[in-house]
């Protein structure tokens, strides 16, 4: 019969919930079947720690003493993006050192402020009327922030290519090291403990989905960059608060040659709500297959070495261009299991239960190349022809450009004879012949869309 998430949750609550890791899983789907094993079993933990280098942290700073608008933003010499509101910034983790290079990036940073060291923070400012400070430099720590929002645009890809280079030449990639002639194979993906590949119909995970996120618990925000289904390569975006995260479960990782990333422990409750979803995380690593491509080719589309299973390659040896070549992998499956370990604890100790998702993952998505046409206009070219929009219908006095104005009513209260006024919708208009030339609306239109064209001596 099955089960609902609420009744499982009733189950937690009580102390009563079976549950078991994915590879535990797997093990039961097999000897029993899987209309037994659902009925055995409530929830399937998985777990993967691998490096997610598309990962990084909100940050906010707090307000300075006089205040400003942080239009850039180092920590430790790290750049963090600061093109959003006065004292936010993201801080990606593969963001490099100004002073250190590849050597210490964002990543570190992040694993600086888990262990509590202090980072030194520093920022500047065009300065303007309300945040009139210019730059700042000052140390803080994790808890001097007002938050430290983890937001990952893709992890826990569903498996990943294994890696090999049959060049001439050693290669340093995001893959690792690679060792000429195929001397080595390098996966990653933590096979029947990937949580995507235990549910990859998407019936019991969705947007909404609480996870085990970095030793904390996050959610699942919707599917993930680079999404592709089809191709059995989904992804997730996450989000969790770093400071209820720990370091065992984030760890900043270099590979040498290539740049930093971020170890990232990521562990997915599943539901087993029926036999169907018993069957789905009852994968075996056998049953699991990458293709090895040759990274020697400096293409987008590199050519296929062979195909093989997650059992192989796990068992150290595969078989490329019929010779065994070892294998390694990326993703620490020591700490992956802990990952669904731990979050089975807290599940059975009643401190995490299981959220309904608020809707469905998307079955399709989309990881096609960049397109690489020429602009037809280049960014100074753009801006100009931006700028001159409103100067080709210019009048006289003033001009308003209806297309460009998304009634903000800005305007409505600076001009004195009432030149902007606004409808029972809010929708702004203009009578352009009542404008004496005061110029208080000159720049006041934060979309350019009023051009006051009174000569000033």
Not at 53 to 73: A, E, I, Q, T
Not at 326 to 344: F, G
């Amino acid at each position: 019969m099955p089960k609902s998430i609420r009744e499982i949750n009733e189950k937690i609550k009580k102390r009563t919930v079976r549950v078991v890791a994915a590879d535990e899983m797997t093990r039961i789907v097999k000897q029993l079947g899987a209309e037994q094993a659902a009925a055995q079993v409530d929830v399937v933990t998985t777990g993967t720690f691998g490096a997610m280098c598309s990962s990084g942290v909100w940050l906010n700073f707090g307000h300075s003493d006089p205040p400003m608008k942080m239009s850039r933003v180092w920590l430790n010499d790290v750049e963090a993006y600061a093109g959003v509101a006065a004292v936010d910034a993201y801080l990606g983790v593969t963001q490099a050192s100004e002073t250190l290079g590849m050597e210490y990036a964002g990543a570190h940073v992040i694993e600086d402020l888990l262990l509590g060291k202090p980072v030194v923070l520093r920022a500047v400012s065009y300065g303007s009327d309300c945040y009139p400070r210019k730059e700042l430099i000052t140390e803080i720590t994790l808890a001097d922030l007002n938050q430290a929002i983890m937001s990952n645009p893709r992890n826990a890809y569903q498996r990943y290519n294994a890696a090999a280079n049959s060049g001439p030449r050693t290669l340093h990639t995001y893959m690792g090291k690679l060792l000429p002639g195929c001397g080595n194979v390098n996966f990653s993906g933590a096979g029947e403990l990937s949580p995507l590949m235990n549910d990859p119909d998407y019936s019991a995970i969705g947007i909404g989905t609480r996870v085990f996120l970095g030793g904390g618990i996050g959610y699942i925000t919707g599917s993930g960059t680079q999404h592709d289904p089809a191709a059995r390569l989904a992804t997730l975006m996450v989000q969790g608060d770093l400071k209820g995260m720990s370091v065992e479960f984030l760890k900043a990782a270099l590979f040498h040659g290539y740049g930093s990333s971020l170890y990232v422990g990521i562990g997915i409750p599943i539901p087993v709500l029926d036999a169907r979803i018993a069957q789905n995380a009852g994968i075996s690593d056998r049953e699991i297959e990458t293709d090895v491509i040759d990274y020697s080719i400096p293409a987008r589309s590199r050519p296929v070495l062979g195909r093989c299973n997650y059992q192989q390659l796990k068992s150290g040896m595969v078989r490329i261009a019929g010779r065994d070549v070892p294998t390694a992998p990326l993703v620490s499956y020591s700490k992956s299991r802990q990952v669904a370990l731990t979050l089975k604890k807290w599940i059975e100790g009643g401190s995490f239960f299981l959220s309904e998702p608020a809707a469905a993952i998307p079955a399709q998505g989309s990881a096609h190349p960049l397109s690489q046409l020429e602009p037809q206009a280049r960014p100074a070219q753009f801006y100009r022809r931006y700028q001159q929009v409103s100067e080709r219908n210019a009048t006289p006095l003033i001009s308003w450009n209806e297309r460009l104005c998304i009634s903000c009513g800005q305007c409505l209260a600076i001009c004195p004879q009432r030149v902007y006024r606004h409808d029972s919708d809010w929708q702004v208009t203009a009578e352009l012949e009542r404008c004496n030339q005061c110029g208080q609306c000159k720049q006041v239109c934060p979309r350019n869309a009023i051009v006051f064209n009174k000569n000033e001596s």
